[in-house]
């Protein structure tokens, strides 16, 4: 059985989303058990509200929790007894095989480092979503995590995203590309440049080169590769970008009837077209590199759909070790490189 925390506090929706989300990744993998922590009163309340298996999931009472609000450092510090690191604790403990939460990501990211710690060998843990391309899905790393990130550092961010992709997405040799302004070896800021024949040297990856941000949506690259600063900027706006097409698509569907019928004529393509760019049903970013366990960040407003498949996500990471992969491949790197 894989254990898996949700955090069901600190959310923009709250509990009430966490625990559809729960219920629903419960029956959707039968090979999962759910700890919910948070306020027990409200949790109970809520889940009478459904029909699940009462033997996979148990409900860890908290009386405290971490807001946006809270300096995070100081936070995962001082409140023990919150449901983020109770959460955590339960994963360091080995009483669980990842974590969900969508509460405050310098939190997250604090307690993920703090109370789990790096594994050996790990300069820093980077976070890294998947991004929809026409071609499939792209994993962005760093996004949010680490915006000050040395050469070496963005190398092995590059091997863990190469590591993830083969296991999790099934890609054979992922090619990996560095964000920059040009394609040309001589372009990009000092840390790109300086990163560049990093890359070229490491002989773990598929490196391809530079890719300017607008080759991204056509995954003109399987690792996309950049310091958390650049990364989250993409993220944000790829995010924005998205609900804005969606929303001018629809809103030039209903102008006319001549429209509406046509757009009732294409509805069930058009429909398949878009949930393959339908973020919710990817998962959220995990953080990689970690001692042991899964940490999943999934973003403030998600809803039900987001945590059911988080819980899917921690599933398939938990059975295929990506966490022991990357562990043992960055270790016969550095092994290598001795």
């Known amino acids: 059985m894989i254990n898996i925390v949700i955090d069901t506090l600190g959310g923009d929706n709250g509990a009430p989303a966490a625990v559809e989300g729960a219920v629903k990744g419960l029956k959707n993998n039968p090979d999962v058990k759910l700890y919910l922590t948070g306020k027990k ?11 699940y298996d009462k033997k996979r999931l148990e409900v860890v009472d908290c009386s405290e ?4 609000h809270d300096a995070p450092v100081e936070a995962v510090k ?3 007894d919150s449901s983020l690191v109770v959460g955590l604790n339960l994963v360091k403990e080995g009483k669980a095989d990842a974590f969900i939460s969508a509460g405050s990501s310098g939190a997250v990211l604090a307690g993920g480092s703090l109370i789990i710690g790096r594994a050996k060998g790990v300069k820093r843990t980077p976070l890294a979503p998947l991004l929809p391309t ?10 949010g995590a680490n915006v000050d990130a040395k050469p070496e550092v963005l190398v092995q961010f590059a091997q863990m995203g190469s590591i993830y992709m083969e296991n999790i997405m099934g890609v054979k040799k992922p090619r990996v590309a560095i964000v920059n302004i040009g394609t040309e070896e001589e372009k990009g800021n000092a840390l790109v440049k300086e990163t560049f024949p990093l890359l070229k040297a490491c002989k773990s990856i598929n490196f391809i080169g530079s890719i300017e941000s607008r080759e991204i ?4 690259a399987d690792v996309i590769l950049t310091e958390a ?3 989250n900027v993409i993220l944000k706006l790829y995010e924005g970008l ?8 629809k809103k030039s569907m209903m102008k006319t009837l001549k429209s509406k019928i046509g757009a009732l004529m294409i509805k069930k393509s058009l429909k398949a077209t878009l949930s393959n760019f339908n973020a919710s049903n990817k998962g959220g970013a995990p953080l990689l590199g970690l001692k042991h366990g899964l940490l999943v960040k999934v973003h403030g407003n998600s809803k039900d759909e987001e945590f059911a498949s988080a819980v899917l996500q921690c599933r398939n990471f938990v059975k295929t070790d990506v966490s022991g992969k ?3 491949g960055l270790a016969k790197e550095e092994n290598t490189a001795e």
């Open 41 to 51: 009163k409200e949790l109970d309340q809520l889940l009478s509200g459904y029909t």
């Open 65 to 68: 929790e971490i807001t946006c």
């Open 78 to 80: 001082k409140k023990k």
């Open 134 to 143: 026409s071609e499939g899905m792209s994993l962005l790393i760093d996004c």
């Open 217 to 220: 949506p056509f995954g003109k």
């Open 229 to 231: 600063f650049v990364g």
């Open 242 to 249: 998205s609900k804005m097409i969606l929303k001018e698509i």
């Open 326 to 328: 990357i562990i043992e």
